[in-house]
């Protein structure tokens, strides 16, 4: 067997190896914003994602509100309409549904 670039051989099938490829610089995206705990990116036209590195879901703006697309319970938080609860500021801050209209979520698919 010859090596392969890193100067190795291949190990043999279902062999366990110390270590994996490292991710390509390429391959990484932007990073989260650690003080939101998610990244918001416009897709264009009214659409938007929100990951939090682990998932991801959409925001789509239109007329009369917004609809939240594939939206895991880990970062509901994050997804929230209005940052005033109960009379009160929310100490969390702003949503990122707030970030990108003021209009209510109407709809969740």
Do not use: N, W
Not at 11 to 19: F, L, S, V, W
Not at 64 to 69: R, T
Request: aromatic residues 6%.
């Amino acid at each position: 067997m010859e090596p392969h670039q890193t100067g190795s051989a291949p190990g043999a099938a279902g062999e366990r190896i110390g270590k994996y490829m490292d991710v390509p610089a390429s391959a990484i995206g932007p990073a989260v914003d650690s003080a939101k705990g998610y990244r918001l990116q416009d897709l264009g036209s009214g659409l938007y994602m929100i990951t939090d590195d682990v998932y991801q879901s959409m925001f789509l703006v239109y007329g009369k509100g917004v609809v939240v697309i594939d939206a895991p319970p880990s970062y509901a938080a994050h997804i929230r309409t209005s940052r005033h609860r109960g009379g009160r500021q929310d100490p969390r801050g702003e949503s990122a549904c707030a970030t990108i209209a003021a209009r209510p979520a109407t709809r969740g698919v």
